[in-house]
């Protein structure tokens, strides 16, 4: 028997499991939080994804054996077949653009081998415009330092009515905002040249959003153009939790820690109140600085919890903390 581990899940019964019904599959359905998803109206030769996400609630393994698609429209890709308690993974489905236009829908079936066989079914549906073009297909800012402005250009193009026009362009992320270079029209044909713009006010991480081309045409509806990328902040410590393993007194280890910076940059002094660590630091002014740290184990056992406090010249005086913890075990 599953034996789920959120309190507020309801218990799954022996007496479901005995009999394998449909409504016994139910404990199969509540790995997903979303079972489907509409990709609304996009341009041909885009490539919009959706992550089904997958959290494995139960005591027992979950293995994913396979997924089938009702559609060539829609291509599925398992990012985990194996999750242990709490691991989460995904089914990412990828609407095909290139072969496909009109309004598509599909059915994604994710077939579960253990703990014990079930399916679950994942619908997908999404209109493909074919008159309507971006170049490229998705804007990408990639990494992106914290502070700065970035800007990309995007071609749009429609072909069939010579008086289309993108009325707005929307987003809920505030951080985006797209500039109108230049419009021309000619043999029935509309061009569009923007510029879309991340406004250095963005706070830093990955993100992964859409802009919202609003026309004046009510068949189509709004089109929408995927934009991701990552604001880095500018000093990073990895890992930020050290862990320096399971000791003895008197057993010393070395580690080492990497500090990255957008920009070239000084480390000034590493410490954390402890005269157990060592640290060797360079003065050298670089972006990247490896710093090992050695730390020997006195002759108390117990728990060990340190916040390790990286100090540069960078900006002015930028620092950036990591935690080192060790379990220290009396000698046999």
Known sequence: MIRCLLVACCLLTTGLFGTLTASAQDWAQKLFQVTS???GTVARGSQPEFAFEITNIYEEPV???????SCGCTTPQITRRHLKTWEKGAVVATLNTRS????KQA???????????AEVQL???GNIRSDVVFEP???????????RAAEQKVIVTHAGKADWQIVDVRSANPHFEVELLGENRAAGRVRYELLVRLLAAAPAGHFQDELTFVTNDPKSGAITLPIQGQVLTPLTVNPASLFLGVLHPGQAVTKRLVVRGTQPFRVLQVGCGNDAFQFDVSDEAKTLHFIPVTF???????????TIQIATDLGGGTTVTCTATATIQPRP
């Open 100 to 103: 496909f236009t009109g309004s």
């Open 107 to 117: 059915t994604l079936t994710v077939v579960i081998s253990k703990p014990f066989p």
């Open 137 to 147: 297909w998705q804007v990408d800012f990639r990494e992106v330092p914290q502070g």
């Open 63 to 69: 293995e994913i054996a396979e997924v089938r698609t």
């Open 37 to 39: 998803h509409d990709f």
């Open 296 to 306: 020997q184990a006195d002759q108390q056992a117990g728990e060990l919890n340190e």
């Open 123 to 125: 619908s997908i549906q």
